[in-house]
């Protein structure tokens, strides 16, 4: 007799990655192709002399930062080891099996598979026919066991961005007892003065949480660390159920040296929405039919078609993220990256 797992890990979906292949671009994984911001390097090499000591298990330094910064009370932050890591802490510390997760779909596709890890019910809502997040539908999904609603803006993987009326309509409509994760991953692209600022939000109400990252704009994807800020309870909440020692030491000394470089940041986020404006007019000048945008990448529904689109892609030495049957996301990169992408898009019979 062999050892035996749980039954329902036979059905779990698998979290798949962007390829990296060599001698190809690489805009699959929604990565900054600069890499760390140019001031963060340095403290990443010194604290890489410091490995051989446990981090702070309680991430104290970078906490204090952010709620410095931020102009929360720290008892109101947690860490992670990124937003994902938060995203699971989130379930196991709000659900028991008996509860239900509401979240969009197509969305960050790291949501079913922590659902499911945590033992909860997954409760999938359509996007509209513009691919955005349809909040009517998310609130009507709510049941008496719904626990938590994940609402992802701009929205992984299409990149439409909800704006703050209608976040907050929607908002006064989600019951007190339900916790609302507004999972803000692509925050710091964000051009267009309607969009939601979720830690703004989650000061003045009781029930919910916004969810950030150091992976995407500040360039620390292979670090890992993020950080939630909401009610008290729920913070101290995900920090109970948090991995001892999650985040490691060079993670934190880079984040905080991250956020000592604010004029770094916003030239870099800048030079993406430049380039993401661009690249999003010529695909629809070639005749694509895109979303509107305000993260770091571009989204293409092309259906039945997308595998074909990623062959292609590959042929000519791109990588891009291809969800079977839906469409393919593509990462803004550098202006050359972007460049090579289009030719590959303009080569491609629609």
Known sequence: MSVRTRADLDQLPPYVAGRTIPGSIKLASNEVSEGPLPSVVEAINRAAAEV?????????????????????????IAVGCGSVALCQQLVQAMCTPDDEVVFPWRSFEAYPIVTQVAGAQAVRVPLTAGHALDLDALLAAITPKTRLVFVCTPNNPTGTLL?????????????????????????????????????????????????????????????????AVGPQRVAEALRKVCIPFSVNAVAQTAAIASLDAPDELRKRCANVASERERVHRELVGIGYDVPETQANFVWLPLGERTDEFNEHCLGNKVVVRAFAGDGARVTIGLPEENDAFLAAARSFLL
Not at 59 to 66: A, D, K, N, P, S
Request: hydrophobic share 40%; proline share 6%; glycine share 8%.
């Open 52 to 76: 051989h000591r446990y981090p702070d298990m309680g991430v104290g330094r970078l906490t204090g930062e952010l709620a410095e910064r931020l102009d929360v009370p720290s008892a109101r």
């Open 163 to 227: 704006r703050r009326a209608e976040v907050e309509s929607f908002l006064d409509r989600v019951p007190s007892d339900v916790l609302v994760a507004l999972d803000e991953a692509y925050f710091e692209f964000v051009t267009d003065p309607d969009a939601p600022n979720g830690v703004d939000i989650a000061a003045e109400r009781d029930n919910v949480v916004a969810l950030r990252t150091f992976s995407k704009a500040y360039g620390l994807a292979g670090l890992r660390v993020g950080y």
